[in-house]
């Protein structure tokens, strides 16, 4: 971090009181110092990606941080603030704020000072000293690690051998983790520092493997053979799980490591003092094998659903960028040429430039080029997830398969577990060292290929286009109180976890249905997406008519969310939910069902996969289609509003805490 921050991007009296106006400050300083070229675009960025989600860390600490076209070099500039600033956090308002620019592009260096950055803020020493420091000079070369060097201890005095036995009772208990989160960047790291102190803290030698994205280097195997337990956390598939087999195992999510370190230490040294061995397979499931029986447990049986959901979670994930791409250029291009658009001929022989519908025809052939690769890359993604690269291409093979035999979306789930479950197989079979090197490349693919195009074509692909097909029967045939059942339940999945598992599920189910369009599953797609607008715009609603029921961060939430959720990101209303879930998460729900029902009921169709109320004039039933919308949104406002001043009176009648509008967030939660 040597040349990423000098004493003129240090700001010891940062007077700002909101983290736009902090941002602009040191953004300020960035351009004096000739690292940033547009202040206004670079703020522009900033902004957006703190609407994504807030950047606010517990202890005051905040890390606004963006990437640009607009910053020529990788800059950090640091500001402290006396009366503190809200960044979103759950502790309150943070005093130190980092500012964290790179290029446009620049992915290593952003993620590089983002890692370096979130280690060091997990030392209470090195938070200390920033707010101790006087001077701008001195604080920059903490930030970039050139602490003052002090004089070398002397030479200690030889210790005194010890015999085996003795040097056996005094070794410490050796853990070796991996942490690692979906983004891979400060969770991970924060993780990481947080599990090697409290390691120091019990007399524990804790080791830690990262797998961020700012890198990735295995644990020698001479210290995991050497370990007596381990500890993941993580909420991502841990790479190379099989070098782990064999010892006792603590398996949570990323956020354990972070908040309760002592206690998984704690728990690995109980497992191991019983015995309690974990059976690791290359997959990355385990049994516990302490009781000798070698079964697994319910405990297993729920691990398994996870890793299963985290398997089609990543297929889903690589498939949503083709979706959307493809599906709004296909949408655009009906928009400009109606929807015969579709049946022109290839522009590559026929396109004039000034006529209107050459152009629509070549925006829906770039879509619905990119609309090709939807199940393929589902299947191959979801192949990846399980088994890694080798099972990329097995996955591929069986997705484009699918498609083939008119086995569809749901072929291509079958085909990418299919593909990934017998790479794993595969990998299982022990070879000789000397096969060991071309077994990825070669060897795995091409018998794993083999396989699930024989199983795809001769065993399951037909089974699986005829469910299809009957599922598409169905879909068209809905109508009347199943299609408005079936509405209910769509919205009731956008809105209980936005974002999540079952929100992915039912978005995955409707853009499936667009691969092969009926009426059908226009219908669906319009229900998923107006449920899934209704969350943030809520509350957007009701920060705006009850501002007292809501903290100040929860109303700045509140303004960024009418964006949000008009753009159908689901995701806007999380904040809330994570402060309030008994309150917000069953408001929301109720009104995403009202609008998924009412849209079915309306007959309302959409093609297009995203794009919320820009894409309007792409749907049928436009009006009654804003329509459910709003009903919904006035539904889950009067609800929460209902809820939360049924709360507050409860719990203060006096009204002092709408009085001094106090942040409530933590009562809340605790509520």
């Known amino acids: 971090m040597s040349e990423l921050i000098t004493a003129e991007l240090v700001d010891l009296d940062l007077s700002a009181a909101t983290k736009d106006a902090a941002a602009r400050s040191l953004a300020e300083r960035m351009v004096a110092a000739d690292r940033v070229t547009d202040l206004d675009g670079f703020l522009a960025d900033v902004a957006a990606r703190e609407a994504q989600m807030p950047t606010g860390l517990d202890g005051g600490i905040g890390i606004p941080h963006c990437r640009s076209e607009h910053v020529s070099v990788p800059t950090l500039a640091f500001g402290r603030s006396a009366a503190g600033i809200d960044f979103g956090a759950a502790d309150g308002p943070a005093d130190l704020i980092f500012l964290i620019a790179a290029p446009a592009g620049a992915d290593d260096d952003h993620l590089t000072i983002l890692s370096a950055l979130a ?115 993580h909420d991502v598939e841990v790479r190379e799980k099989g070098r782990f087999r064999g010892k006792p195992l603590v398996d949570v999510g990323v956020k354990a490591g972070i908040n309760r370190p002592a206690e998984l230490i704690a728990e690995a040294r109980r497992k191991a003092e019983r015995g309690e061995i974990a059976a690791v397979s290359e997959d990355g499931g385990s049994t516990d094998s302490g009781d000798g029986d070698g079964g697994g447990s319910g405990a297993d049986h729920a691990h398994f659903g996870v890793r299963l959901r985290t398997y089609l979670m990543s297929g889903v994930s690589y498939m949503v960028p ?84 008119n086995a569809g979306f749901l072929g291509g789930l079958v085909a990418g577990l299919l593909a990934g479950a017998v790479v794993m197989a595969i990998q299982r079979v022990p070879v000789h060292a000397t096969l060991r090197g071309i077994m990825p490349v070669l060897v795995i693919p091409l018998i794993a290929s083999a396989v699930v195009g024989f199983l795809m074509f001769i065993v399951v692909g037909k089974p699986i286009a005829s469910l299809q097909n009957a599922l598409t029967d169905w879909l068209n045939g809905l109508s009347g109180s199943n299609a408005v059942i079936l509405g209910v339940v769509l919205g009731l999945m956008m809105c209980f976890d936005m974002g999540g598992p079952l929100n992915k599920v039912a978005y995955a189910f409707a853009v499936g249905g667009l691969a092969d369009p009926t009426d059908g599953s226009l ?39 009418w964006v949000l959720g008009a753009s159908f990101i689901t995701e806007g209303a999380i904040p809330f939910a994570a402060a309030d879930p008994l309150r917000v998460i069953p408001s929301v729900m109720a009104g995403g069902a009202v609008t998924g029902a009412l849209s079915m009921a309306f007959g309302a169709t959409l093609r297009a996969p995203h794009g919320g109320v820009f894409v309007v004039p792409l749907i049928g039933q436009p ?29 203060d009648p006096a009204g002092e805490a709408e009085a001094t509008g106090s942040d409530d967030s933590r009562v809340t939660v605790a509520a």
């Open 322 to 405: 083709f979706v959307a791409a493809g599906g709004l250029l296909i949408a655009l291009s009906f928009a400009i040429g109606g929807y015969e658009i579709a049946s022109a001929k290839s522009v590559a022989d026929h396109f004039v430039w000034g006529e209107a519908d050459s152009w629509a025809a070549l925006l829906n052939q770039i879509g619905s080029a990119a609309f090709a690769f939807l199940v393929p890359v589902l299947a191959g993604y979801i192949a990846y997830g399980m088994a890694d690269r080798p099972a990329l291409v097995p996955g591929f093979v069986g997705g484009a398969i699918a498609l083939t035999v």
């Open 119 to 233: 280690r060091r803020l997990m030392d209470p020493e090195f938070t200390a000293a920033l707010r101790a420091g006087t001077d701008p000079g001195a604080v920059a070369a903490l930030i970039r690690g050139e602490e003052p060097t002090e004089n070398p201890d002397p030479e200690p005095e030889p210790e005194p051998e010890e015999d085996d036995a003795t040097a056996a009772a005094a070794a410490p208990f050796r853990i070796v983790a991996v942490t690692s989160c979906p983004t891979g960047i400060a969770h991970t790291y924060m993780a990481a520092e947080s599990l090697a102190a409290a390691g120091r803290a019990e007399g524990v030698e804790v080791t830690v493997e990262t797998q961020g994205s700012a890198g990735f280097k295995k644990l020698d195997p001479a210290v995991v053979a050497a370990a007596d337990a381990v500890i993941w956390a």
């Open 623 to 651: 009006f009654l289609y804003l329509l459910a919308i709003a009903a919904g949104t006035l539904v889950a406002t009067a609800l929460v509003v209902l809820l939360k001043g049924a709360r507050r009176t409860a719990s």
């Open 523 to 561: 219908k669906v797609m319009a229900a998923v997406m107006a449920a899934g607008m209704v969350p943030p715009l809520a509350m957007a609603l009701a920060t705006t008519v009850r501002k007292k029921l809501f903290t100040k961060t929860e109303r700045e939430n509140g303004r960024a969310a």
